[in-house]
């Protein structure tokens, strides 16, 4: 039996064994038996089953979320006679929360639940004293680098698919739209996004998928709904973080 399975539900174990697993798997990035036995075809699957597929995901959330936003937008300000401003307002709830909490957040979520099954898989086949970091280092590297181009392939899409809609709802251009949101961005808003984007969401995915799926405890419970629940709530607590240090005052 794996010592992360000897979890009594009854006490503050089952609250802080998560935890502690999670900070377990991520020093194990510093332990060199992650990337002894690097399998490179292993690697390239995981950035195909990370990235590439998860494209049409990543490509109808943005086009829904940017076409949503700026109806509401751009209908809002109608009555206040400010469409001008409407390509800067969009621009920013895009980048600062809509983008991460909804585009980024679905495929966390979806890193998060094949995370999770492959470790339920690994787990069967694991030797006891096996200390997992040849399972974790090569996923987290692959969600690592897949964020970097699903965040800007979202950011686009969102930003075109807004532009293109803008025009429908309000009484602007699209040349206004781009203009107003290029004055409304700033170079803080687009720090911001990526750090959510490629820091926070593949890292949360990514330890919440491996500490449940590989910790063997509780298996009668639905560990993919826990690990799930707890990547939701840690990911938008860590974002509300980030947001405030940002730009509260």
């Known amino acids: 039996m794996h010592d992360w399975e000897t ?30 036995d690097f399998d490179a075809s292993q690697f390239k699957e995981l950035c195909h089953s990370f990235g590439l597929r998860s494209l049409p995901l990543v490509a109808l959330s943005a086009c829904f979320v940017g076409l949503a936003l700026t109806a509401e937008t751009c209908l809002e300000m109608q009555h206040y006679n400010a469409q001008e401003l409407a390509g800067g307002a969009i621009a920013i709830g895009l980048l600062r929360e809509l983008g991460p909490l909804t585009v980024g957040m679905a495929w966390a979520a979806r890193v998060c639940v094949i995370v999770h099954e ?14 997992f970091a040849t399972f974790f280092v090569p996923r987290y590297i692959a969600a690592l680098c897949m964020s970097i181009p699903l965040s800007v392939y979202g950011m686009s899409i969102g ?33 911001v996004y990526f750090i959510k984007l490629i820091a926070i969401n593949p890292t949360v995915a990514v330890l919440a998928g491996s500490a449940y799926g590989l910790s063997g405890w509780k298996k009668k419970s639905p560990t993919v709904a826990t690990a799930l629940t707890t990547m939701f709530i840690v990911d938008v607590a860590v974002m509300w973080l980030v947001t405030s240090i940002a730009y509260l005052p």
Do not use: H
């Open 7 to 36: 979890v009594d539900s009854g006490s503050s174990k089952w609250i802080f064994a998560p935890l502690g697993r999670s900070a377990r798997l991520l020093t194990s990035m510093f332990n060199p038996a992650g990337y002894q």
């Open 118 to 131: 492959q470790a339920l898989d690994y787990l069967k086949q694991a030797d006891s004293s096996e200390n």
């Open 159 to 191: 930003f075109a698919v807004a532009a293109l809609a803008a025009p429908f709802f309000c009484d602007t251009t699209m040349s206004d739209f781009l203009e107003s949101a290029r004055l409304g961005v700033k170079n803080k808003d687009l720090i």
